[in-house]
């Protein structure tokens, strides 16, 4: 349904008939790790997460999983080849 509360005229999962469903009934503000990501929306109360309704929940345990501004850095490792068995295959 579309939110009547704070984010008016977004579709959130938690609102209903009755209200905001949410713990507290309403969405909690974008904390400081939150900046420069895309999903942060400014609305007349302040700035908000459109994709979450506490953000704080989110960067409690590391990066938050819908934080379009962190990049997760992977390491190739690079796996010891056998020569013989490559020469084996180059011979093919």
Known sequence: MVCATIKEGIEC???TKKGCSYNGGICHKVVDQCNGCNRGAEFSSGWYCTACPDP???WRNGACNFASHVSTATTATKTKIN???ASKRGNR
């Open 13 to 15: 999962a938690f609102m």
């Open 56 to 58: 704080s929940l989110k």
């Open 83 to 85: 020569p013989l068995k």
